[in-house]
């Protein structure tokens, strides 16, 4: 038999009931560990205000402690014709204790319920991400350094334009994650506010306790007002997915620029085999796919927040049910980047690198342009009377390149400034303060 929180006096037509739940079921499962745990902070908070007294408060929570428990570990089903998993929550008390269990939806309502668990997810997920990406900008800061001497071109246009090296090139995306995770932290604060208590959007007659489930659940702040918070829903997943876009805009540009490099006509990587595909035809061929594959899904990624615009643009405040299809894009997404972060941090540091000859190319001779100007402006020469000189130089076919280079300020070939650059991301790193709510979830699931 069908199990719904809202289940009433008659029967829903299953092609409808199999519509509305779509795939809900299959989410929900990643929402069950902070489903249980909005619930424990919920049942506490009864209890302390005196809506749920001391017997009942203490069977729920060693029941729903146990729940979590099995959770934790994915051993975790919503049953056939259960909606989704708050119903299988409270369905499994309700089982295991009877009328206690009929007690935990005081206060709340699924509204509520499920803003809690996704605030609590996306924490979650966030501080993942937040992990992988300083990895990888951390591994990418040392193969700037191990690398920092290895000359390669620098292009602008796709032509041919000033000196550049591996290290400026790593260093380069090292620095631009510490940009993308400083709009992270941003979107941190605002899943970092609690809406339990919210119910329908509209509050509660009950005497609930906001600031206390605040407390429990380890969130820096409540949304306070009860309409706002149930506003969040939507709001918050296209923060998100401005964050999610930003570091998939970085590394799809390093995918690209591996693809691009790795390439015969450019050379200067050289994946290893065992990291490459072949041709069914080319015997020589040795594919970037991983890379490609990289470049592909982060540009579909860069597309999220305009999902997301799009499911929610014309919907007036209140909870509406197209908010559910928010999980649908959502919830790949952040597997599709934690899986980009990975494996670009697996296949980088394998990667060879392969320095240029440059001054002796005939390829490259004219990067060596701008170094030939500042010479003559170092000499005394006004710098559009030595860009003149130097140009019908190249034009004539006498132009000499210069084979030292002098690069000595921050962020140049001759000083790459990555110890700043950590100082940068250990600094973003530090205001991130999970800690505090991991000891507020650890406290609240075993006591």
Not at 19 to 28: A, I, S
Not at 145 to 170: C, N, R
Not at 226 to 255: C, F, N, P, S
Not at 263 to 274: A, K, M
Request: with cysteine; charged share 25%.
């Amino acid at each position: 038999m069908a199990t719904k929180l809202w289940e009433k006096d008659y029967d829903l037509d299953q092609r409808i009931a199999d519509f509305t739940v779509g795939r809900d079921r299959e989410l929900d499962l990643e929402l069950a560990p902070f489903d249980i745990l909005g619930s424990l902070a919920h049942i506490s908070m009864l209890h302390e205000v005196g809506l749920l007294d001391e017997g009942a408060h203490r069977r729920c929570q060693a029941e729903l402690r146990e729940l979590y428990q099995r959770a934790s570990k994915g051993d975790f089903l919503i049953e056939e014709g259960v909606e989704d998993v708050h119903s299988q929550v409270e369905l499994m008390l309700t089982r295991a204790l009877g009328d206690d269990g009929k007690k935990i939806h005081s206060g709340r309502s699924r509204n509520d319920q499920v803003l809690v668990d996704l605030r609590l997810y996306f924490r979650h997920r966030i501080k993942n991400i937040v992990a992988q990406t300083e990895a990888l900008s951390n591994s990418l800061l040392e193969l700037s350094d191990t690398h920092a001497e290895k000359l390669i071109p620098g292009y602008t246009h796709l032509q041919v334009a000033m000196v550049s090296s591996f290290g400026l090139w790593f260093g380069a995306y090292a620095e631009a994650f510490v940009d993308d995770l400083k709009l992270w932290r941003g979107v941190y604060d605002i899943v970092d506010q609690n809406p339990l208590g919210s119910a329908a959007g509209y509050g509660s007659s009950f005497p609930l306790d906001r600031d206390r489930t605040t407390e429990l659940l380890g969130f820096s702040a409540p949304v306070v007002n009860v309409v706002a918070a149930q506003m969040g829903r939507g709001k918050t997943e296209l923060h998100l997915a401005y964050a999610i876009a930003g570091i998939a805009q970085t590394l799809g540009k390093m995918a690209m620029d591996v693809c691009l490099y790795s390439s015969q006509n450019f050379g200067f990587l050289q994946l290893p085999p065992e990291l490459t595909t072949g041709s069914s035809i080319m015997p020589h061929k040795k594919n970037p796919d991983v890379f490609e594959l990289l470049r592909g899904r982060c540009n579909l990624l860069q597309s999220l927040p305009a999902q997301m615009s799009q499911l929610t643009t014309n919907l007036p405040s209140g909870y509406h049910r197209d908010f559910q299809l928010l999980k649908e894009a959502i919830f790949p997404a952040l597997d599709q980047l934690e899986d980009g972060l990975a494996i670009a941090s697996y296949a980088l540091p394998r990667t060879r690198v392969h320095a240029q000859k440059l001054p002796t190319d005939p390829r490259y001779v004219y990067l060596y342009s701008v170094e030939a100007v500042n010479e003559l402006v170092l000499q005394g020469v006004p710098f559009r009377d030595a860009y003149t000189k130097v140009g019908r130089d190249i034009e004539a076919g006498t132009f000499v390149p210069p084979t030292e280079l002098k690069h000595t300020h921050l962020g140049s070939l001759g000083n790459l400034g990555n110890d700043r650059i950590r100082e940068k991301l250990a600094g973003v790193i530090k205001t991130f303060n999970f800690a505090r709510a991991d000891a507020a979830l650890t406290q609240l699931a075993n006591g």
